[in-house]
């Protein structure tokens, strides 16, 4: 890597790409096409918050169950189902909120916005600003007790908007005046 790409890449500011004038941002080698790989996290608060989702879920419904198993004339077998039932909700509501934490990843670069998701398969989207229809931010009440947003990037795809989950709130609101910008300013050149 050349020293002024490492340069460049160490104080945060763009470079370009030995082989080719492609930007790179913040030390984010870029895909063969230019497009940066998605390299930001979501905040660490998200983490808390999926924690708290999941066991808004599983607790009520393992103590249902519970509460069915505990009734004089309930069958016997809702005993052995609370006994399976109650590692795999508590295993669900504590690790599946790591496991989005590092798979989660977001970047917006130069000329488009990427995104990565999933659980048994990693959805990789990538959203030119020329695609981009609206951007939305959503605070839920939970995100909000958490200081987190999402940010929603709608184009006209079949696929559906790409959401970045887990943001802090501020972050999201420079995101979304970042990108307006930059579509707006794309629109005006006529491109």
């Given at each position: 890597?050349?020293?002024q790409t490492r340069q460049a890449a160490r104080?945060?500011?763009e470079a370009t790409h030995p082989d080719a004038d492609v930007p790179v941002l913040a030390g984010v080698p870029p895909?063969?096409?230019g497009v940066p790989r998605p390299a930001r996290r979501p905040d660490r608060r998200a983490v808390h918050w999926w924690l708290t989702q999941n066991l808004l879920v599983v607790v009520p419904v393992l103590a249902a169950l519970a509460a069915a198993a505990l009734t004089p004339d309930a069958p016997s077998w809702l005993w052995a189902v609370f006994g399976v039932l109650c590692p795999v909700g508590a295993g669900y509501a504590l690790l599946t909120p790591w496991y989005r934490y590092r798979v989660?990843?977001?970047?917006?670069g130069v000329d488009a916005v990427c995104a990565t998701s999933?659980?048994?398969?990693?959805e990789w989207r990538v959203v030119p600003f020329t695609r981009i229809q609206t951007l939305d931010t959503k605070r839920g009440p939970l995100m909000q007790l958490f200081g987190l947003s999402a940010v929603t990037v709608t184009t006209a795809s079949a696929a559906g908007p790409v959401t970045l989950v887990g943001l802090d709130r501020h972050l999201a609101e420079e995101l979304v005046r970042d990108l307006t910008e930059r579509v707006r300013a794309l629109r005006e050149d006529g491109t």
């Open positions: 890597m050349p020293q104080d945060g500011a895909l063969s096409f989660h990843r977001w970047e917006a999933g659980w048994l398969t990693r």
